[in-house]
């Protein structure tokens, strides 16, 4: 994304300026991904007084105003305002992909925004940070260390393993297949 003199990515991290830096956390506040908005909201509490016990961002006091991202619509509601009339700088949150494909276009090249959950991958647009792992990321690495180590597949994983306990020892190796595009 290409940054010029006047873009609010840029002015929002000009040092000296005594106005603070407000950031939209758009996290589910209902519906079922709702469980996870308490514990989204304390982590951004915890990582913002971290950051403005230290000296904010570029001297700037950090704030966040708390948005709903439980639904696409909904969400894109909320965030057009505050982003067209300039009281948000920012934009992060851990809400569905569908929320994100919906906010990614109001704020594409206008303001940064941090997406931090696990996602299917692809996203392009420009000012979207997209810092959760995707899939390949996240599961065939733990699949492939438990190849080498026991010799067996995808078969054996759900086979013998339930919440991480064993529930018999694995078979010595892997059928004709099983697996092998690990």
């Known amino acids: 994304m290409r940054i010029g003199r006047d873009s609010a990515i840029l002015q929002a991290m000009t040092p000296g300026r005594a106005t603070p830096i407000d950031v939209a956390l758009l996290i589910p506040l209902h519906g ?3 469980i996870f908005g308490p514990s989204c909201e304390l982590c951004a509490e ?3 007084h971290e950051l403005n016990a230290t000296g904010g961002i570029a001297g700037r006091e950090v ?3 708390i948005v709903d991202g439980a639904q696409p619509v909904q969400a894109a509601r909320a965030i057009r305002p ?3 009339a300039g009281r948000i700088e920012a934009v992060v949150g851990w809400h569905l992909s569908s929320v994100r494909r919906a ?8 303001l940064p925004y941090v997406y931090t959950a696990l996602y299917e991958g692809g996203e392009r647009t420009p000012g979207v940070f997209v810092v959760g792992e995707t899939p390949g990321r996240q599961l065939l690495p733990a699949m492939r260390w438990y190849r080498r180590e026991h010799g067996c597949g995808a078969g054996a994983w759900s086979a ?3 919440c991480g306990r064993a529930r018999r020892p694995p078979p010595p190796a892997c059928s004709p297949g099983c697996a092998t595009g690990w």
């Open 46 to 48: 915890l990582a913002v």
């Open 160 to 162: 013998t393993t339930t």
């Open 63 to 65: 704030r966040l105003r």
């Open 103 to 110: 906010i990614a276009p109001i704020v594409a090249g206008r």
């Open 82 to 84: 505050l982003a067209d």
């Open 32 to 34: 079922s991904a709702g």
